[in-house]
């Protein structure tokens, strides 16, 4: 079963880019990585999904390698608002194949 | 309308009572999801239901029945719950695709503390 690890907290500061790692070695052919934000007590929000290589929208960019067992969230210049936790997703429900949050990663972002 | 509801709100609930929890979306979509979150912990998917049909079940136990009545509403049953499914319940929804992940739009949540 894949385990989908990211580090625990980031710091940063306003105006930096901020890289947030997800680790997932036992990723499937037709499993799909999706980024989620979730502030305190409300749902997660999507930010963005990507199958292979790069994806980039108006407020992130993904990366992710040729072998898939890893993707990168790049957030190009947080705001103190960009603090909350954020998720990787993998997984494809279509396919009916399991999906699994990963551990998720505190990012605080300071003045 | 891109909003996922969900109540209620809050649910405090005996060991011997039965409840039902509420999630309402009118977006279209045909998937809809069951997930419970712990304090400081990731969502955990416990049920899928796919055109109304249910297509998968995280190996619930029968204390959380889910119900699709109709492609907008889906219910979660509960009954005889521990102290430890005290939580976040989370529904959210999506268009089903094979083949292709797809964004799952999520509710508020209802936190439910089993007394």
């Known amino acids: 079963l894949a385990k989908t690890t990211q580090p625990i907290s980031m710091d940063s500061y306003e105006g930096q880019e901020v890289n947030i790692t997800c680790s997932h070695n036992n990723i499937a052919t037709n499993d799909y990585i999706t980024w989620y934000q979730q502030f305190p007590s409300q749902g997660p929000r999507f930010i963005i999904q990507?199958?292979?290589t790069k994806v980039t929208n108006e407020v992130a960019s993904l990366f992710i390698p040729a072998d898939r067992k890893s993707s990168t969230l790049s957030l190009p210049r947080v705001s103190l608002s960009d603090t909350a936790v954020y998720y990787c997703l993998v997984g494809d429900p279509g396919g009916g194949n399991k999906l699994t949050f990963g551990t998720g990663t505190q990012l605080k972002v300071e003045l | 309308d891109t909003e996922v509801t969900q109540t209620p709100k809050h649910l405090v609930m005996g060991m011997t009572n039965k409840k039902s929890l509420k999630c309402e979306q009118h977006?279209?979509?045909?998937?809809m999801y069951w997930y419970k979150q712990k304090a400081k912990k990731p969502p955990e998917l416990m049920f899928v239901?796919?055109?109304?049909?249910?297509?998968i079940n995280e190996s619930v136990p029968s204390r959380f029945s889910p119900e699709c009545p109709n492609s907008s509403l889906l219910n979660l049953h509960l009954h005889a719950l521990q102290p430890e499914d005290s939580a976040l319940y989370l529904c959210?929804?999506?268009?089903?695709?094979?083949?292709?992940?797809?964004?799952?739009?999520f509710g508020p949540g209802t936190r439910l503390t089993v007394t």
């Open positions: 990507g199958y292979k």
């Open positions: 959210a929804s999506s268009h089903p695709s094979s083949g292709r992940g797809d964004e799952q739009y």
């Open positions: 977006m279209g979509h045909r998937a």
């Open positions: 239901y796919s055109y109304e049909k249910l297509s």
